[in-house]
């Protein structure tokens, strides 16, 4: 099919009822439905303008994801997700063995026993249902616009508390200044988010992926990041005091004037990271690697009580930077 973004909008108001009648019988024919779906998935995000056009469509699709994921379920993608639309029934299959995600999904539109099948880009599928499945779930509007201008997941502000965003792929998301308090993120993948300003308090990152995402000055209070993936993460001048980061990779990461108070470290990998001027007082590191970390100025220098094993095994921060 050949798209442009003019045509996009052209066939979502014929959609919507605007142009003559036999405009509107293309646009409501299975090609023309067909179109108006890959023009969402390709375009819909560009054109905010004219996104009302595409807002029962994506009104459609949140309630088949809802259906097909409610809130005490995962936020993965489902396989194969089937959405009434427009007198239509629109199948989506994800491809099999698919580990590097370069597949894309097949769409099927059918009625009356005739089908009609194409295909779209995987990424932009499963970031636009999946915005429209957390929305959904927190009971924010979900209309068609659910992706930044860069054709990532937009959650900008929004207000998640307490949600169920289990093994959601947030990667690239843009989750400035958004509430995540109480959150469950368990298995996540939050990899190069936007995560300026969040609210992380008591959220559950247990086995998230956080890597190369700037946290710095958060107050992560009360969260449960153990086994979290935490590679090349700033977390420089972060509240963690009596957090649960056992077995959590860290490795590399900035944590410069970090507060890990009472914290849990006991099995972190905190190889290569920078822990100057953290603060450590009463941290459990019972079999930490701290491997190449850097620990001047470590906060209190006498730090009796932090005993370190593993490649420091037996010896005190004390010992090693009076």
């Known amino acids: 099919m050949n798209f442009t973004i003019d045509r996009a909008s052209s066939m ?15 646009a409501t024919s299975p090609q023309g439905i067909l179109e108006h779906i890959l023009n969402f998935f390709t375009f819909g995000y560009l054109s905010r303008q004219r996104a009302q056009a595409y807002d029962a469509f994506a009104e459609a699709l949140a309630t088949s994801l809802y259906l097909a994921s409610p809130d005490s379920a995962s936020c993965k993608i489902p396989a194969r997700l089937v959405v009434d639309f427009a007198g239509y029934t629109v199948t989506f299959t994800l491809p099999d063995d698919d580990p590097c995600e370069l597949n894309p999904v097949i769409i099927d539109v059918s009625k009356d026993g005739k089908c009609i099948r ?3 880009n995987r990424k932009m599928y499963c970031r636009s249902s999946t915005g429209l499945l957390i929305r959904r779930r927190a009971g924010l509007p979900h209309n068609a616009v659910v992706l930044t201008d860069r054709g990532h997941i937009d959650l900008r502000d929004a207000n998640l508390m307490n949600a169920n965003l289990h093994e959601a792929d947030l990667r ?60 090349n993460t700033i977390l420089r001048e972060s509240n963690m005091s009596g957090i649960a980061l056992d077995n959590a990779n860290l490795s590399w990461a900035d944590l410069r004037g970090a507060n890990l108070s009472g914290a849990d470290l006991s099995g972190a990998n905190l190889r290569k990271a920078d822990l100057t001027g953290a603060d450590l007082t009463g941290a459990i590191l019972t079999g930490a690697d701290l491997t190449g970390a850097i620990l001047t100025g470590v906060v209190p220098c006498a730090a009796i009580e932090v005993i ?9 921060l004390s010992q090693i930077y009076p």
């Open 118 to 120: 194409s295909e779209v």
């Open 12 to 26: 979502a108001e014929r959609l919507s009822g605007i142009g003559t009648g036999l405009a509107r019988d293309e």
């Open 172 to 231: 690239s998301a843009d989750l400035c200044h958004t509430i995540l308090r109480g959150a469950c993120l368990r298995q996540a993948n939050l990899f190069a988010a936007n995560l300026e300003g969040i609210d992380l308090r008591w959220a559950i990152l247990a086995e998230a992926e956080l890597g190369n995402t700037d946290l710095k000055g958060v107050d992560l209070r009360g969260a449960d990041l153990r086994d979290a993936k935490l590679g």
């Open 308 to 316: 370190l094993s593993g490649p420091l095994a037996g010896r005190s």
